[in-house]
């Protein structure tokens, strides 16, 4: 019988994020912070699901140098299993080099992820070993499409749901093809225009790349637009829901903390509403912290911010 258990598949890396003490000017230096962190889209869900009090393995490749073994610790410490963290003589553990405005925005960003490419069928088979005791799979675009293919196909094998992530407007393009029968996908509104190739410029262009998405096999959609909130549709439910209220102190992991709050609510209720609501109250607790994965987030305080946000917003569970 599986565990009440998720696989996070993709990418872990270190994230290096730099922002100014006062307004931001570019082509030029700007006294400010720089800080690191443990990130990744894969990495940070499994953190956050992790810190949520759920069983989660984090099935990724690091180096075999001191960032990878930083990377390990940190992500081991925070309640994940790493036994699928593998580690890569001859290569460098990912890295994520952002910039942020005065109010945390991201200026500009750049991904060092090669060793993404580096997957082999030997990795592949020990990786899919670890669906064995699965519940859900969490996969993301960081990992070459032939790799995504055979995660994809050891799942659907398994009857393991699968919640998928495009991470980027580029990488969004493995995706295509590939969204049949897809528990639950969480894109951007950019990401969506490359999904279903539908140009997006208001609230109606949103609802038809969602309607596009369940016609290529998605069962559960939910497109987020930034202040605009996020428009989410099943065979069942469709509806706006507005962003998280509150100080921003730094947006880098908040995608991830949603889509880690939907999952969570992916294994609780039926209900796309509730499932929109768990991500948003977990995107708006990241988005107040200067961690890429809020340290403080505990089952407890979600199902707090998730009926407030349900109050507040006119819809009651």
């Known amino acids: 019988m599986r565990l009440r258990r998720w696989l996070a598949i993709g990418g872990a890396n270190l994230d290096v994020k730099g922002g100014p003490h006062s307004t931001l000017r570019l082509e030029t230096s700007n006294p400010g912070v720089v800080r690191t962190a443990a990130g990744g889209v894969a990495r940070n869900v499994a953190e956050n699901v992790a810190r949520l009090g759920e069983e989660v393995a984090l099935l990724a490749l690091v180096g075999e140098d001191n960032d990878g073994e930083w990377?390990?610790?940190?992500?081991?410490?925070?309640?994940?299993?790493?036994?699928?963290?593998?580690?890569?003589?001859?290569?460098?553990?990912?890295?994520?080099?952002?910039?942020?405005?005065?109010?945390?925005?991201?200026?500009?960003?750049?991904?060092?992820?090669?060793i993404n490419e580096a997957w082999d069928d030997t990795l592949v088979n020990s990786g899919v070993q670890l669906m064995d005791e699965t519940s859900g799979v969490f996969l993301e675009a960081n990992l070459p499409r032939p790799v995504m293919e055979q995660f994809?196909?050891?799942?659907?094998?398994?009857?393991?749901?699968?919640?998928?992530?495009?991470?980027?407007?580029?990488?969004?393009?493995?995706?295509?093809?590939?969204?049949?029968?897809?528990?639950?996908?969480?894109?951007?509104?950019?990401?969506?225009?490359?999904?279903?190739?539908?140009?997006?410029?208001?609230?109606?262009?949103?609802?038809?790349?969602?309607?596009?998405?369940?016609?290529?096999?998605?069962?559960?959609?939910?497109?987020?637009?930034?202040?605009?909130?996020?428009?989410?549709?099943?065979?069942?439910?469709?509806?706006?829901?507005?962003?998280?209220?509150?100080?921003?102190?730094?947006?880098?992991?908040?995608g991830d903390a949603f889509t880690a709050g939907v999952m969570y609510g992916f294994m609780r209720t039926d209900s796309l509403i509730e499932q929109a609501a768990y991500g948003l109250a977990m995107a708006g607790m990241t988005l107040a912290s200067k961690h890429s994965v809020a340290h403080e987030v505990n089952a407890d305080k979600l199902n707090q911010a998730k009926e407030a946000f349900l109050r507040e917003t006119g819809y009651q569970t």
Request: glycine fraction near 10%; charge should be negative.
């Open 71 to 114: 990377l390990r610790q940190e992500t081991a410490a925070s309640g994940v299993s790493t036994a699928g963290m593998f580690r890569l003589g001859g290569q460098r553990t990912g890295r994520y080099l952002s910039v942020h405005n005065e109010s945390g925005e991201l200026v500009v960003a750049i991904a060092d992820m090669e």
């Open 152 to 254: 994809l196909a050891a799942a659907h094998a398994r009857g393991c749901p699968i919640a998928a992530d495009s991470v980027s407007v580029k990488k969004a393009e493995k995706w295509c093809g590939l969204l049949r029968d897809i528990a639950l996908i969480t894109p951007s509104k950019s990401e969506a225009e490359v999904l279903t190739g539908l140009t997006i410029t208001d609230q109606a262009g949103v609802e038809r790349a969602a309607a596009s998405l369940l016609q290529q096999g998605v069962q559960r959609v939910i497109i987020t637009c930034g202040a605009d909130g996020v428009y989410l549709m099943s065979q069942t439910e469709s509806c706006w829901l507005p962003a998280p209220r509150g100080p921003v102190h730094d947006v880098t992991g908040a």
